[in-house]
């Protein structure tokens, strides 16, 4: 089954901590996304990579790093400087280009928390 | 300042009836227009999408009609049912780029 997979579901930060959320997609897109969701607020865009070993920031990249070594995987590092990380962070790929380029596919999610 | 609204926090609509969701947006230049549904702690799933080139788009009950002049995109689905109740984001893109701007959601619930 060709999807999105991220790990863990649930997650908790410990003061001055940091965390990595993992990705995995097998299929085959070129493009990989990271957004965060608080309540009541819609996606917002942390970081995005077109291709491997590339990657752009988005609008609230601040406290997060990633990177981008394989084609199917783009963790995200939640840093010690990124003071509010509670929040639903949600991975998703494109095929980047061709009819179907648009679609973004979305994993489940990790919920992470401060302890 | 938000580029992408959804004014309706939440809509409910008996099932059976039709249910539109809405979504304005700023900005001329955005000219790809998604919708997805989000269920509770899942990740959102692609529903249907147009281009700006067009005005209607129809996926079985789904239909997404976009007035370019007014930027103002809206989702129907008709006859509704109890398991379309979920969240329902709209998402607007200029071709070329990668970045998506999602708007706040609408909670959709059909009653029964």
């Known amino acids: 089954d060709g999807g999105i997979t991220q790990s863990p579901k649930y997650l908790f930060r410990k003061e001055g901590q940091n965390v990595t959320l993992s990705c995995e997609q097998n299929l085959n897109h070129d493009a990989m996304y990271w957004y965060r969701q608080d309540p009541g607020q819609g996606l917002r865009l942390i970081y995005y990579?077109?291709?491997?070993?590339?990657?752009q920031k988005g609008d609230i990249a601040e406290g997060y790093s990633v990177s981008r070594e394989k084609k199917e995987s783009f963790p995200l590092t939640v840093t010690s400087a990124q003071k509010n990380p509670t929040a639903f962070y949600l991975c998703?790929?494109?095929?980047?280009?061709?009819?179907?380029?648009?679609?973004?596919?979305f994993g489940a999610g990790t919920r992470l928390s401060v302890l | 300042d938000q580029q992408v609204k959804q004014n309706s926090p939440s809509l409910s609509v008996q099932e059976g009836r039709i249910s539109i969701l809405n979504c304005d947006y700023t900005?001329?230049?955005?000219?790809?227009f998604l919708w997805y549904k989000k269920y509770p702690a899942e990740g959102p799933t692609f529903l249907i999408s147009?281009?700006?080139?067009?005005d209607k788009n129809e996926d079985g009950r789904f239909t997404v009609f976009l007035n370019k002049s007014a930027k103002h995109l809206s989702l129907h689905i008709v006859p509704s049912q109890p398991g379309d109740s979920a969240v329902y984001f709209c998402?607007?893109?200029?071709?070329?780029?990668?970045?998506?701007?999602f708007g706040t959601g609408t909670r959709l619930k059909v009653l029964a």
């Open positions: 900005n001329s230049m955005f000219d790809y």
């Open positions: 147009i281009s700006s080139i067009k």
């Open positions: 990579s077109q291709i491997v070993n590339d990657f």
């Open positions: 998703a790929s494109s095929m980047g280009w061709g009819a179907r380029a648009n679609i973004q596919y």
């Open positions: 998402a607007v893109l200029t071709s070329g780029t990668y970045k998506y701007i």
